[in-house]
């Protein structure tokens, strides 16, 4: 149960800050009253110095993604607002609500990264009686696929059947497609919205089991005395970036929360894909 946030841009170095501009940022940031089980980013930077350059050491396919997680509250945080101001050409950005009482340690926090891929999952996986998917020893992944997300969780299984369909050869977005079709054949009411990172390209998907929101998490914002918020709160909405001679500059995508004026709406089982090089995106359905 979580807040997501991501972004592609046409290869420019932009900010949260420049993205959203710093009152949205705040309000994302105060999501993390509720969602305050941690949170965390991955961006994709081009640092000024290659760390191998002085001592010789051997380039390294992952210097250009950097990677925060915290158990830490986002508004307890003082790395979330230096890390909003951090340009970069693309970002993922997840705050945390556990679900399933699943622990908070670091493994669990997003986003995940394996292979290249960085990725956040807004959803609890479980089945009509609760049960959530961690606790079941026979569902089908390769554990060694499952270990090397480094995490212990439900998104991380679900990040692990996405890496698998990476495996067999499908393109990012219909690996995630794949994904989410074979989990729902046991775990149909469960939310599948997520977003994925590559060096190329950003996929967020809107695939809510429920589409109304569940009496527990209304509940739950009630007792913080922010309950409107719960209304939309499996909604997914978009943004076109654009530059300041109104030329197309890549997209923003977002779960709810906050200000979105003048932002278009994800369809249920519908999903961006974006490539974080030069821009352009497209939808899809799954």
């Known amino acids: 149960m979580c807040r997501l946030l991501g972004y592609a841009t046409a290869g420019a170095d932009l900010s ?3 993205i959203l501009g710093a009152k ?3 309000d994302f940031r105060e999501l993390s009253e ?3 089980d941690g949170w965390g980013v991955a961006q994709l930077t081009n640092p000024g110095e290659a760390p191998y350059v002085r001592d010789g050491g051997a380039p390294s396919p992952e210097t250009g993604v950097k990677i925060y997680k915290s158990t830490v509250a986002a508004r307890f945080d003082h790395a979330f607002r230096a890390l909003a101001s951090e340009p970069a050409r693309g970002a993922i950005w997840h705050l945390r609500l556990a679900s399933s009482n699943l622990p908070l340690i670091i493994e669990n926090q997003h986003p995940f990264y394996a292979n290249g891929l960085s990725f956040i999952h807004n959803g609890d996986i479980s089945d009509a009686n609760g049960r959530n998917i961690v606790t079941n020893r026979s569902y089908p992944v ?3 696929v499952f270990l090397s997300t480094g995490g212990r969780s439900d998104s991380a299984i679900f990040f692990a059947v996405i890496l698998e369909y990476v495996g067999f050869g ?3 977005d219909e690996a995630v497609a794949q994904a989410v079709r074979e989990l729902r054949q046991s775990y149909p009411k469960s939310s599948y919205n997520c977003i994925i990172q590559s060096e190329d390209q950003m996929v967020a998907l809107c695939a809510a089991g429920r589409e109304k929101t569940s009496p527990r998490i209304v509940e739950i914002y ?7 918020q719960a209304a939309d709160y499996r909604v997914m909405r978009y943004r076109t970036l654009t530059d300041r001679d109104g030329k197309q500059n890549g997209v923003v995508v977002s779960s709810s929360g906050y ?3 003048g932002w278009q709406e994800l369809e249920n089982d519908q999903m961006i894909v974006a490539s974080n090089r030069n821009g352009t995106f497209r939808l899809r359905s799954i």
């Open 16 to 18: 949260l800050n420049d």
């Open 222 to 228: 009630d007792e913080y005395g922010r309950g409107e």
């Open 170 to 172: 499908f393109p990012l």
């Open 34 to 36: 509720i969602h305050n």
């Open 142 to 144: 390769d554990h060694s």
């Open 24 to 26: 949205n940022v705040e």
């Open 259 to 261: 200000d979105q004026e």
